[in-house]
């Protein structure tokens, strides 16, 4: 133990003739939360799917606890946590019915029933899926995720289509996921908010590369945005933006003698960090 929980050196994938990923280096260690983002075809989705071992690449170093995906058995798929964009199963089946099936294929699976209810879904237990709303639904799917009690979870760009209470509701679970117990968790989003919110560490990927990977401090650093700085001065509104907040803000408290009049700092949005680095890119 101790070594990353996902590793890809050099991970390269080609449908056919076209190359979609060129070499993508990652690194995610136990208990981190990492979002995978970028704009719609950047290779988010090819990339999950060669680290659960349902895609085989086609050149690269990969290790996903510890095994090479393309080797991983039965042992090691019961080790990971699989939430999918769309799961076609059994509109049918009834929800607890569904999840204490799943259970059974894992040894040391979540009682149904408390899984359930940690999702607020009790309520639901004996309804058909097809009966679910999109975001009820969401959240089984999570359940039929992490029932085997997985080391290492994988979501596919789990909030696509939810209602904004919905989306509240499934960051807190995935925050209580992270937080409280632990689990190690790979999400794909291309909403800036979600990977802000959830991810310790986010990878920024476009056109089949990695353009940046840290934390949100980071990638800001990395566009060298500038911050917004605002105060008050004779009644009036004053705002500047400047790389070096901190010098502007020692500049103002030695021109005002003490405290600066309704200080405010913005330091940019990941949107803006992210819109920075990829019109940086296009524009290379
Ligand atoms: P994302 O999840 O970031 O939207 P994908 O991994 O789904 O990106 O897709 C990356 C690129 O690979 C896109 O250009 C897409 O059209 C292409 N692609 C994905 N799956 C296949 C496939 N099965 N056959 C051919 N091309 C594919």
Redesign the pocket.
């Known amino acids: 133990m101790g070594g990353p929980v996902i590793s890809t050196r050099g991970l390269r994938?080609r449908?056919?003739r076209?190359e979609?990923?060129h070499g993508v280096d990652l690194e995610v260690h136990a208990g981190e939360v990492v979002a995978?983002l970028?704009?719609?075809?950047?290779?988010?989705?090819?990339?999950?799917?060669i680290l659960e071992g349902l895609?085989a690449r086609s050149a690269g170093e990969v290790q996903v606890l510890g095994v090479d995906p393309d080797k991983g058995g039965d042992c090691w798929r019961g080790r990971l946590g699989i939430v999918l964009q769309n799961w076609r199963d059994h509109p049918r089946w009834r929800v607890r019915q569904l999840l204490a099936h799943v259970a059974e294929f894992y040894p040391h699976p979540r009682d149904p029933d408390e899984l359930l209810a940690a999702l607020g879904l009790s309520a639901q237990a004996e309804q058909t899926i097809e009966r679910l709303s999109g975001g009820q639904r969401r959240r089984l799917d999570v359940a039929l995720g992490i029932v085997g009690r997985p080391e290492l979870l994988f979501l596919?760009?789990p909030t696509a289509g939810f209602d904004p209470e919905a989306r509240r509701e499934f960051h807190e679970l995935v925050e209580r996921l992270a937080r409280v117990e632990g689990m190690t968790i790979l999400l794909?989003t291309?909403d800036l908010a979600e990977a802000e919110r959830l991810a310790d560490r986010i990878a920024v990927?476009v056109d089949?590369a990695v353009l940046v990977f840290g934390t949100h401090a980071e990638l800001t650093a990395r566009v060298r945005a500038d911050s917004q700085v605002r105060w008050s001065e004779q009644g009036v509104t004053r705002t500047a933006h400047t790389p070096d907040p901190s010098a502007l803000v020692w500049e103002l408290h030695q021109r005002f003698g003490g405290p600066v009049p309704d200080l405010e700092i913005r330091r940019p949005s990941l949107e803006e960090s992210y819109l920075g680095l990829v019109t940086e890119r296009n524009a290379a």
Request: charge should be negative; proline fraction near 4%; avoid cysteine.
């Open positions: 994938m449908y056919g076209t979609v990923l995978l970028g704009p719609n075809g950047a290779g988010k989705t090819t990339t999950i799917e895609q596919d760009e794909t291309h990927l089949g």
